[in-house]
């Protein structure tokens, strides 16, 4: 075999896995994306029984049934409160006026 086509081959290969793994943890980029509060449980049950259809499958119901919920603070962060205005401060030292 020439230099060339096992070098072609390795990246068809590689592209290939990388695909493969995409698509195997499919399901837990959704349940990520959607904020899913039992992420960690799809995570393991599609690394571990994703290999079965079934596995696979729940864990892809499970991520598309949840909806996330909509966050509203109660109040704004003190970092956005409006700053009130600081009068200035004279400093007088009536010690050495009389100086």
């Known amino acids: 075999m020439e230099p060339i086509s096992l070098i072609l081959g390795g990246i068809l290969l590689l592209i290939f896995v990388i695909g493969w ?3 195997y943890l499919f399901p837990f980029g959704i349940a990520a994306k959607r904020g899913h509060p039992q992420l960690r449980v799809l995570f393991y049950v599609n690394l571990f029984l994703g290999w079965t259809v079934f596995g696979w499958l729940v864990v892809l119901v499970c991520a598309l049934s949840y909806e996330a919920q909509e966050y509203t603070p109660r109040r704004k962060p003190q970092i ?7 009068q200035p401060i004279e ?9």
């Open 21 to 23: 793994i995409k698509l």
């Open 80 to 86: 956005f409160r409006k700053s009130v205005p600081v």
């Open 91 to 99: 400093v007088t030292n009536d010690k050495y006026d009389s100086i």
